[in-house]
């Protein structure tokens, strides 16, 4: 069965510093990997997606995240922090086993501090 | 392209009435949706899986009696909350799933947030 751990519940960073959001997962087959930002009371945006090309993926606002298999992670990074990323991030792996469910982690909060 | 819609965005209800909530791929066919459900300053967590022409496959613990969903077209599954109480009030979240892909990415909806009073 698929899974995914968010390792952090919090993150917080001062503007301008890196950015640095932990996933790990589990998966029977070759997983796709999804981040998504979720803004308050907002739907969600994609930001990134591996779906088994290139393991090192550049997505929207200046994130990206690389899949390492021996790992089992696909850490999301941003090497400089902006106000307007604060927000909760979802990591999301979903496989061919139960009909290409995507299961979501549990959630990060990314504080920005000024 | 792969844009989906959802209908209502906001609804507020009485308790003991039932809602419907309409999920929309505007621009693909999507064989397959799914409908999830966010409380608070939680995760999603998917409900069940909606299949085109048939029943859908809800997730343990999810009362299909309570949850009625309706997948009649390749453009439009509906999410009809029966006989809805305080407690139903959540973020109801559905996502399609884009036919001929060979992978899989859900395209997610901007959600639907039901009030319970």
């Known amino acids: 069965a698929q899974s995914v751990t968010q390792l952090d519940s919090h993150v917080s960073v001062s503007e301008g510093t890196p950015v640095l959001l932990r996933c790990n997962y589990s998966s029977s087959y070759s997983p796709s990997l999804f981040w998504y930002v979720q803004h308050p009371n907002k739907g969600l945006q994609l930001l990134l997606k591996y779906t088994s090309a290139a393991t090192l993926v550049k997505g929207i606002n200046g994130f990206e995240a690389e899949f390492k298999k021996s790992e089992t992670s696909f850490h999301l990074t941003k090497p400089s922090a902006h106000m307007s990323d604060a927000a909760e991030y979802f990591c999301?792996?979903?496989?061919?086993?139960?009909?290409?469910?995507?299961?979501f982690g549990a959630g990060t909060r990314l504080f920005v501090k000024a | 392209g792969a844009v989906v819609s959802q209908h209502p965005s906001w609804v507020i209800c009485k308790s003991g009435t039932s809602v419907k909530i309409e999920c929309r791929s505007l621009?693909?066919?999507?064989?397959?949706m799914f409908w999830y459900r966010q409380f608070p300053k939680q995760s999603l967590m998917l409900m069940a899986t909606s299949n085109e022409g048939s029943k859908a496959t809800y997730e343990q613990g999810v009362e299909k009696d309570k949850f009625l969903i309706n997948h009649a077209s390749l453009t439009l599954s509906t999410l009809t909350v029966t006989s809805a109480h305080p407690e139903d009030s959540s973020f109801y979240i559905c996502?399609?799933?884009?036919?001929?892909?060979?992978?899989?990415?859900?395209?997610f909806g901007p959600g639907t947030r039901l009030t319970v009073l």
């Open positions: 996502s399609a799933s884009r036919d001929g892909l060979s992978y899989n990415e859900q395209f």
């Open positions: 999301v792996v979903s496989d061919r086993t139960g009909g290409f469910k995507a299961i």
């Open positions: 621009d693909f066919q999507a064989t397959t």
